[in-house]
C-alpha cells in the first residue's frame, strides 16, 4: 500500500500566486523527499527533510514536516509557468533493510499565465 | 552529463512476448532501482540494486526480473508480456541508500 498520499490531487492557481500542496504517511520515517515529473519525463528531485527538521528552504521551497501528525507540507511560492508539473512526496523506513522510498500518488499544478 | 539513461523510449508488445528494459547510470552509484507508473498510483518499486551483484525484490515483482550486469547497468526483463504491464517504467539510481535518487525519462510499454 502506498505510504504517502498528497493533497489535493490537482490545483489550478494564476501566476504569481502561492501553491501548496500536502503529503500525509502512515509510518514513522527517516527522510522525506518531495520530486517534481514534468510531462513526459522523469522525476526530479526537490529537496529532503529529515526526520529531526520541522522547516526547511531551496529557493522558491519551503518544506515542512510534522512527524506527530505524519504530514509534509511543500510550498511554492510566486509561482511561475514553469512550475506546471506533478509533484510528489517520498517517504523512506527507520529500520534497516527498510530504505527504500515509498512515493505517493502526486499533485498535479498548473500555473494559468 | 547523461545521468541516467534508459532504452527503449517506447515499445509496443504482444501478449506473450518479451524484452528487455536497459537502464545505464555515468555518476558512479551504488544503489538502482526500478519502479513503474500507473495512472493515479504514483510509483511503485518492482526491484532495487543495493549494490552491485545483489538485487531485490520490490512492491510488485511478479512478472518481472532483473540483471545487475556490472556497477553502471541495471536491466528489466518482462518474460511473457501481459497486458496488466502496460505502463511506463522509470529507472533510477543513487550513490547512498536515503539520498536522493535520479530518475530516467522512462520507457513507455503497451501489451495488446
Known amino acids: 500500500s502506498q505510504q504517502g498520499e498528497e493533497d489535493p490531487q490537482a490545483l489550478s492557481i494564476q501566476e504569481g500566486e502561492n501553491a501548496t500542496m500536502n503529503c500525509s504517511y502512515k509510518?514513522?520515517?527517516?527522510?522525506l523527499q518531495w520530486y517534481r515529473q514534468n510531462s513526459g519525463r522523469g522525476l526530479v528531485h526537490l529537496i529532503l527533510?529529515?526526520?529531526?527538521?520541522r522547516e526547511k528552504h531551496s529557493g522558491r521551497l519551503r518544506v515542512t514536516l510534522d512527524t506527530s501528525k505524519k504530514s509534509s507540507s511543500l510550498l511554492i511560492t510566486a509561482s511561475r509557468a514553469a512550475d506546471t508539473a506533478s509533484y510528489f512526496c517520498?517517504?523512506?523506513?527507520?529500520?534497516?533493510?527498510?530504505?527504500?522510498?515509498?512515493f505517493g500518488t502526486g499533485t498535479r499544478l498548473t500555473i494559468i499565465p | 552529463n547523461a545521468g541516467v539513461t534508459q532504452t527503449p523510449k517506447f515499445q509496443v508488445l504482444k501478449t506473450g512476448q518479451s524484452m528487455t528494459l536497459q537502464c545505464a547510470q555515468d555518476?558512479?552509484?551504488?544503489?538502482m532501482y526500478w519502479y513503474r507508473q500507473d495512472p493515479g498510483m504514483g510509483l511503485r518499486l518492482i526491484y532495487y540494486?543495493?549494490?552491485?551483484?545483489?538485487?531485490d525484490k520490490g512492491e510488485v515483482p511478479n512478472g518481472y526480473n532483473v540483471s545487475r550486469l556490472n556497477k553502471r547497468e541495471f536491466s528489466l526483463r518482462l518474460e511473457s508480456a501481459a497486458p496488466s504491464q502496460t505502463s511506463v517504467y522509470f529507472c533510477?539510481?543513487?550513490?547512498?541508500?536515503?539520498?536522493?535518487?535520479?530518475f530516467g525519462d522512462g520507457t513507455r510499454l503497451s501489451i495488446l
Open positions: 509510518t514513522s520515517i527517516n527522510n
Open positions: 533510477a539510481s543513487t550513490g547512498q541508500v536515503r539520498q536522493p535518487q535520479h
Open positions: 555518476m558512479n552509484h551504488n544503489s
Open positions: 540494486s543495493a549494490s552491485e551483484g545483489t538485487t
Open positions: 527533510i529529515r526526520s529531526n527538521e
Open positions: 517520498a517517504t523512506d523506513g527507520t529500520n534497516f533493510g527498510n530504505e527504500k522510498l515509498t
